[in-house]
């Protein structure tokens, strides 16, 4: 595809020279009907190839994925999202917590993993942070649809 707007943009800057340098006479005429026939070649090239039974050439090409940046934009949604678990967790359940999720580096970014790692339990009975556990990572799983680890 680049090939062919490449032709198409050459032979009309061709055309433009030659239709500035030409004599205006019958010679002048005659360049300037050539050069519009070239023009008209090279637009209908694809056209051609069409009739030929041969693939366009957009077809033939495979789009190339551009891994770094899928993996930046991973990394950036799995902070946002982290930063959201710890504010959630904050609210909710009254938890200090550091939070780590992973993406996907791919078209779905879709989750993988979330690690939480609860720093503090703020004030709780006895036994309540341990049912307090099990239901952040209930509540996680859940929602995010992935593997969901709690330390």
């Given at each position: 595809m680049r090939a062919y707007i490449?032709?198409?943009?050459?032979?009309?800057?061709?055309?433009?020279?030659?239709?500035?340098?030409?004599?205006?006479?019958?010679?002048?005429?005659?360049?300037?009907?050539?050069?519009r026939l070239c023009i008209l070649f090279v637009m209908l090239m694809p056209v051609r190839a069409l009739l030929a039974g041969e693939a366009p050439?957009?077809?033939?090409?495979?789009?190339?994925?551009?891994?770094?940046?899928?993996?930046?934009?991973?990394?950036?949604?799995?902070?946002?999202?982290?930063?959201?678990?710890?504010?959630?967790?904050?609210?909710?359940?009254?938890?200090?917590?550091a939070v780590r999720v992973v993406r996907n580096a791919d078209a779905t970014f879709s989750y993988q993993k979330i690690d939480v790692r609860i720093l503090d339990f703020g004030i709780s009975q006895e036994e309540e942070h341990i049912y307090m556990m099990e239901s952040i990572r209930e509540a996680l799983a859940a929602h995010y649809g992935c593997e969901t680890v709690i330390a």
């Open positions: 490449l032709a198409i943009i050459g032979i009309v800057l061709l055309a433009a020279a030659v239709t500035l340098i030409a004599p205006s006479g019958k010679m002048g005429k005659f360049l300037k009907g050539a050069t050439v957009a077809v033939t090409q495979e789009m190339q994925t551009d891994e770094d940046y899928l993996a930046f934009c991973a990394k950036e949604l799995a902070e946002g999202d982290a930063a959201a678990i710890v504010l959630t967790l904050e609210e909710e359940y009254g938890v200090t917590a």
